[in-house]
T-cell receptor, first 115, second 109 residues
Framework: GAVVSQHPSRVICKSGTSVKIECRSLDFQATTMFWYRQFPKQSLMLMATSNEGSKATYEQGVEKDKFLINHASLTLSTLTVTSAHPEDSSFYIC???????????FGPGTRLTVL | GQNIDQPTEMTATEGAIVQINCTYQTSGFNGLFWYQQHAGEAPTFLSYNVLDGLEEKGRFSSFLSRSKGYSYLLLKELQMKDSASYLCAVMDSNYQLIWGAGTKLIIKP
């Protein structure tokens, strides 16, 4: 099956710093990648949808200048949390798909803790 | 607006059968997905239904009725490892996934 990796799996940073999370599709070309955030005991919240080579589409309420998304190739998307604050601490999960009708394959997630 | 409803939590006994329901109202329909998510982990794909009827895959089956905007996930011969959250998601006319809040399934010995 399709495999999606994320790096790092866990990161702890100081308030005010920036953190980059990578999402890679290992055995397929992902035309679309999705970034989700999940707070404890809550459901997935879609943050943004990114298509290779174009700007990401952000969901309402998600600050695009704070959560920078780059989808430079068909196998790599990055999410940068800029000037992170403790309230940004969450579980960030990416997913990828290669056709519109196909299911999304999820990465293992990145647990971000901002001190 | 778009809406996916599923129970917040369910409890079942090891070895038994449990049915998790999902009702939806979305702008268009291009299929319904069920995902399993263990605590602290990312979701994993379980099933996809786009036509009415029952899809069986081992101990798990998923049913869809498009006219009723209804689906269920049926888990048989429950095992302790089935304790997880089960997420229902519908793909709308723009091929975007609309997620339910998830059903936390607790399995008791």
């Amino acid at each position: 099956g399709a495999v999606v990796s994320q790096h790092p799996s866990r990161v702890i940073c100081k308030s005010g710093t920036s953190v980059k999370i990578e999402c890679r599709s290992l055995d397929f070309q992902a035309t679309t990648m999705f970034w989700y955030r999940q707070f404890p005991k809550q459901s997935l919240m879609l943050m943004a949808t990114s298509n290779e080579g174009s700007k990401a589409t952000y969901e309402q309420g998600v600050e695009k200048d704070k959560f920078l998304i780059n989808h430079a190739s068909l196998t790599l998307s990055t999410l940068t949390v800029t000037s992170a604050h403790p309230e940004d601490s969450s579980f960030y999960i990416c997913s990828a798909r290669y056709f519109e009708r196909e299911e999304q394959f999820f990465g293992p997630g990145t647990r971000l803790t901002v001190l | 607006g778009q809406n996916i409803d599923q129970p917040t939590e369910m409890t079942a006994t090891e070895g038994a059968i449990v049915q998790i329901n999902c009702t939806y109202q979305t702008s268009g329909f291009n299929g319904l997905f069920w995902y399993q998510q263990h605590a602290g982990e990312a979701p994993t794909f379980l099933s996809y239904n786009v036509l009415d009827g029952l899809e069986e895959k081992g101990r798990f089956s998923s049913f869809l009725s498009r006219s009723k905007g209804y689906s269920y996930l049926l888990l048989k011969e429950l095992q302790m490892k089935d304790s997880a959250s089960y997420l229902c998601a519908v793909m709308d006319s723009n091929y975007q996934l609309i997620w339910g809040a998830g059903t936390k399934l607790i399995i008791k010995p």
